[in-house]
């Protein structure tokens, strides 16, 4: 039973091939944006397969990554699915919790130099 290890959180779960990523990333309790209820159309749910092979594109992604995103290994986590080879995901974190977190160094920054 292949195992999927999301980052980063490191949260690993075991598989059944055939699952979606989207689908393990619910039972995972990991958040991965959608809007489109994994029809692939919303395009939120983009991911990194950092290790090992998941299924070849879908017809829709073909259509929807650009050829920068496959060259680097992105994907929908809706229509990637998990076959025999245990994976490392990695779900981008939300833009705003990176400029949150960019801000809060900036203060701490200047609150060193006072
Ligand atoms: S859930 Fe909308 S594109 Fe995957």
Do not use: H, Y
Request: net charge positive; hydrophobic share 35%.
């Amino acid at each position: 039973m292949p195992k999927v290890t999301f980052f980063p959180s490191k949260k690993t779960i075991k598989a059944r091939p055939g699952q979606t990523v989207l689908q393990l990333s619910r039972v995972a309790r990991v958040a991965i944006p959608t809007r489109c209820d994994g029809n692939a159309a919303c395009l939120l749910c983009k991911v990194t397969i950092e290790k090992g092979t998941v299924s070849s594109l879908s017809a829709s992604e073909e259509r929807k990554l650009s050829e920068r995103d496959r060259a680097r290994g992105i994907r929908l986590a809706c229509q990637a699915r998990v076959l025999e080879e245990d994976l490392i995901v990695r779900v981008p974190e939300s833009r705003l919790k990176s400029v949150v977190e960019k801000a809060l160094e900036r203060q701490r920054l200047e609150e060193e130099e006072w």
